[in-house]
């Protein structure tokens, strides 16, 4: 005999996960305002340009600022890898490291 489903149980941890992940997602952004130093502006202006991106139809402009945000998360991926690699002697890069060289870090 097959086992009897609960649909309510179901449904309801599947909106707990949706509840999960929208919040997950608005603490990812605002991770991202603070990061980019956007928090140093009025929540007023924010919104503004944060519309006209949304609004804008200029496709090269688009690309820009895609490029622009993949530098910066690539930036903040070789920090991560450096701080997390444990290297406390001051910030001294290993002997034979060329730090532009991006090895090992997260591309985004």
Known sequence: MRKVRDYDAELKALGDK?????ARKVEQLGQLV???????L??????????DAVASKD???KEAWRAKGSAFFQR???KVA???GGNSD???AQPGADPASGSGAASG
Do not use: I, M, P, S
Request: glycine share 14%; proline share 0%; aromatic share 0%.
């Open 90 to 92: 001051g910030g001294n």
């Open 76 to 78: 903040r991926g070789r």
């Open 18 to 22: 949706a509840r999960q992940l929208k």
């Open 42 to 51: 009025d929540a007023e202006t924010l919104a503004g340009v944060l519309l």
């Open 82 to 84: 450096r701080t997390a």
């Open 34 to 40: 603070a990061a980019t130093g956007a928090d140093a």
């Open 59 to 61: 496709a090269e402009a």
